[in-house]
């Protein structure tokens, strides 16, 4: 499976842009990447998945450049409870899910 | 609703118990997960099923077991085996390509 590194935190002020990027520089073909969003004490929530280009939902957008060796998450004008820990995972659809660490998003006031 | 359940919220464990851990879910998934998390840390795989009674181990199994008797149900048990078992116990279930449901979770204490 391919390993993910992404930052370990990133601080943001309210109604900002935020924008977490996730490298996979060993991502194979039939790999999909998608983020999860954790909040203390709860399980992952599903935010968004992608395999190429640029795809976009309700709650936030994923661009994934042609060589696919990275990705970024970006959450338009984020509030305070979007303060959780996003997880990019990268794999097949028919394999476990695997977690890294994640990135801890701290929205300030 | 659809959905996958844990049960229960809060758990604690006398050392030298085994217990076991609730996950049911109604989403006619055939894949369920197990993952276990520390404090500060991600998830870690313990175990995971991907049909029914059929079941593979994971990153960290030893000290655990599962059955897959039912679709609808993977129950974990933490034995006393388990060296460090006061942790936050996660299951999760999907189908192939979609994303994963994930449960509320357990939180085990050993006292």
């Known amino acids: 499976l391919a390993k993910t590194t992404q930052p370990i935190s990133m601080d943001s002020y309210e109604g900002q842009e935020v924008n977490i990027t996730c490298s996979h520089n060993n991502i194979a073909t039939n790999d999909y990447i998608t983020w999860y969003q954790q909040f203390p004490s709860q399980g992952p929530r599903f935010i968004i998945q992608g395999y190429k280009t640029k795809v976009t939902n309700e709650v936030a957008s994923l661009f994934i450049p042609a060589d696919r060796k990275s990705s970024t998450l970006s959450l338009p004008r984020v509030s305070l409870s979007d303060t959780a820990v996003y997880y990019c995972?990268?794999?097949?659809?028919?394999?476990?899910?695997?977690f890294g660490k994640g990135t801890r998003l701290s929205v300030i006031a | 609703d659809g959905g996958i359940t844990q049960s229960p919220k809060y758990l604690f464990r006398k050392e030298g118990q085994n217990v076991t851990l609730s996950c049911e879910q109604n989403l006619n998934h055939d894949a369920m997960y197990w993952y276990r998390q520390d404090p500060g840390q991600g998830l870690r795989l313990i175990y995971y099923?991907?049909?029914?009674?059929?079941?593979q181990k994971g990153d960290i199994a030893e000290g655990y077991s599962v059955s897959r008797e039912k679709k609808e149900s993977f129950p974990l048990t933490v034995t006393s085996a388990q060296k460090n078992p006061t942790a936050f116990y996660l299951c999760?279930?999907?189908?192939?390509?979609?994303?994963?449901?994930f449960g509320q979770g357990t939180r085990l204490t050993v006292v």
């Open positions: 099923s991907q049909i029914v009674n059929d079941f």
């Open positions: 999760a279930s999907r189908n192939h390509e979609t994303e994963a449901f």
């Open positions: 995972l990268v794999g097949p659809g028919n394999t476990p899910l695997v």
